[in-house]
């Protein structure tokens, strides 16, 4: 279920970016926090290191910019 939320996310904006879409992005996002939220901390972190890279992909970004970035760096 978490993985077709990530999907569903990172397919958002592909579209013509219109408002419906930013709207129902950050609907998205919050429902995404709220389930996170009952995962067991191992398994929150990774599923918020997925649904940060969908966002940044969704709103724009490039992938290879966050390529290898992890919690663990500083």
């Known amino acids: 279920m978490l993985d077709l939320d990530i999907q569903e ?6 579209g013509g970016g219109d408002l419906e879409n930013f709207e129902r992005l950050f ?4 429902e995404m926090k709220d389930k996170g939220a009952m995962l067991p901390h191992e398994q929150r972190k990774l599923h918020a290191g997925k649904v940060a890279e969908a966002f940044w992909v969704a709103v724009g970004g490039d992938r290879d910019e966050i390529e290898g970035l ?4 500083h």
């Open 27 to 30: 609907t998205k996002l919050k």
């Open 70 to 73: 992890s919690s663990d760096e």
């Open 9 to 14: 996310l990172a397919r958002l904006t592909t």
